[in-house]
């Protein structure tokens, strides 16, 4: 299984929200809604604050729970990857996979009736591009690559710098990073 | 403070499902409780003690469930793909399982309503006997009825079992991750249904013997609710989170007043002093709640179950801290 992997630079991200515009422009997002968002977390009581700003999307989890519990195989992994992909025509808008996904990314429903998220744009990766969101990034903190290859962007960054994923403890294995 | 995604159809608290799966959970949980008690009075061969559950009661499981399933239906929505439930079988998806299982309900409910048409519904014996080939199936089930039985009862066990399982495989959802769900489920179901037969059966044994069966029944399920409670007090920290919405939290009343009070405790104590020849007149009410509180179950479960999560940004935002922040300024 390849996998894809996105690194995030918690310390160069300012939260400018370009990678969420990028991606409704690219996928062609319907109106009201998102598949990727900011979070900005502050810790700490004033005046020694600290902020962290997180751009957030599907995980794309080696071990996906919305992809176990679909009833119908429309939740899969986009040839043996780790890329969760939904097929229209198969989702039946049961919403099981929303509800299986421990960091609710999944809250995206098309007003067709089926389950739209974050496909970490495999179109583009299919022609060796990265996804919308990265390469849109003006501070340049978005790095996509597959952790297979020890040489890539992604599996340098983190074999050098400190990291951190969404609750590990879910088992879902996710595969968006941050770096702290 | 977090600031989240601030944007409701992308961050609201989790609340994908509503009345209809609810009603569908109740409906399936007492379809499955239906088939089990007339398989087991078809197994106990006394049709004149119990001519209720015996012979008639059979026929209420397909109307209940296809009830259940209509409101199921309302709710996808994606609804012309719903024939997408039976091009596939995920093995690991109890949602699969159970579109499967309810397909298999059908045939073994039907053979089941026929193997006592002829004694349960009279009326329609000439319908039946005006084509050989009815007449001959008929025949055939009323000669099989103790296999059928046998059959029908380990399939209704999964109907009702599986409604639970299927909440409780969400790992996602602290409040639902109890392997205790999936009984409690089936349980409920039961009791709903003997609760059915006590309110409609016309014979007063059958109807104080469902009483006596529905007893035993709430008790189990008193115990269930127990464990349940206690199986996520000792869990992780996400589970003790989300059992806080039934200890104090948004669905405390539901639970404990609505669900356990009213559904559970009342009509125990109401059908053991109907036992003891008391509150004869008051008969009706505690299969009235029982049924009730079978409903509320599902409702309550759906909910806080939905709302419980691991990320919870909704609880960690303070909109005051915002309102603070602008008055110094």
């Known amino acids: ?180 | 403070m977090v600031t989240a995604r601030a944007n409701d159809l992308i961050d609201p608290s989790l609340h994908i499902w509503t009345w209809e799966v609810a009603m569908y959970l109740f409906l399936g949980g007492l379809t499955a409780g239906i088939m089990v008690f007339a398989a087991i009075m078809a197994l106990r061969r006394d049709d004149d003690a119990t001519p209720f559950s015996s012979t008639q009661l059979a026929l209420l499981a397909p109307i209940v469930l296809s009830l259940g399933m209509t409101t199921l239906f309302l709710d996808l929505e994606h609804k012309l793909y719903v024939f997408r439930f039976y091009t596939a079988f995920q093995i690991a998806s109890p949602m699969s399982w159970g579109a499967w299982i309810l397909l298999l309900i059908y045939p073994v409910s039907i053979l089941q309503i026929l193997s006592t048409i002829r004694r349960g519904y009279p009326v329609a014996t000439p319908y039946v006997d005006r084509w050989s080939m009815t007449s001959a199936l008929v025949n055939w089930c009323e000669k099989h009825r103790r296999q059928i039985a046998l059959v029908a009862i380990p399939s209704a066990m999964a109907l009702g079992i599986y409604t639970g399982i299927l909440l409780s495989a969400f790992s996602a959802r602290p409040f639902w991750n109890s392997g205790v769900l999936g009984p409690l489920f089936l349980v409920s179901g039961l009791s709903t249904a003997a609760a059915l037969v006590a309110l409609i059966s016309s014979k007063k044994s059958e109807k104080e013997l469902f009483t006596r069966i529905d007893l035993a029944i709430i008790m189990a399920e008193i115990a269930l609710v127990g464990l349940f409670v206690v199986n996520l007090a000792t869990g992780s920290a996400q589970q003790i989170e989300a059992l806080g919405s039934i200890m104090g939290g948004t669905y405390t009343v539901v639970f404990w007043v609505l669900f356990v009070g009213f559904g559970l405790i009342i009509p125990l104590l109401f059908e053991m002093l109907e036992m003891r020849g008391m509150l004869k007149s008051l008969a009706m009410v505690a299969p009235v709640l029982v049924l009730l509180g079978g409903y509320t179950l599902r409702q309550v479960m759906l909910d806080a179950g939905q709302e419980s999560s691991w990320t919870n940004y909704p609880t960690q935002y303070n909109a005051e801290l915002l309102d603070r922040l602008e008055t110094r300024n």
């Open chain 1, 1 to 180: 299984m390849t996998r894809y992997a996105m690194v995030i630079d918690t310390r160069t991200c300012i939260g400018c929200g370009d990678c969420v515009v990028a991606c409704k422009t690219e996928n062609k997002v319907p109106e009201g809604l998102n598949r990727d968002w900011i979070v900005e977390a502050t810790k700490g009581t004033y005046p020694h604050l600290t902020t962290e700003f997180r751009s957030e999307r599907c995980n794309h989890c080696s071990n996906p729970t919305c992809v176990t519990l679909c009833p119908t195989g429309a939740s899969h992994l986009w040839k043996k990857t780790n890329i969760v992909l939904v097929d229209a025509d198969k989702c039946t808008g049961c919403k099981a996979c929303i509800a299986a996904c421990p960091y609710d990314a999944r809250l995206v429903m098309h007003p067709d009736g089926y389950i739209d998220k974050c496909t970490f744009c495999h179109h583009r990766v299919e022609q060796g591009l990265d996804p919308a969101c990265v390469s849109s990034c003006p501070t340049r903190c978005m790095h996509f690559g597959s952790l297979d290859d020890p040489g890539s962007q992604v599996s340098q960054l983190l074999k050098t710098r400190q990291y951190k994923v969404l609750n590990p403890e879910t088992g879902n294995e996710p595969n968006v990073y941050y770096l702290i």
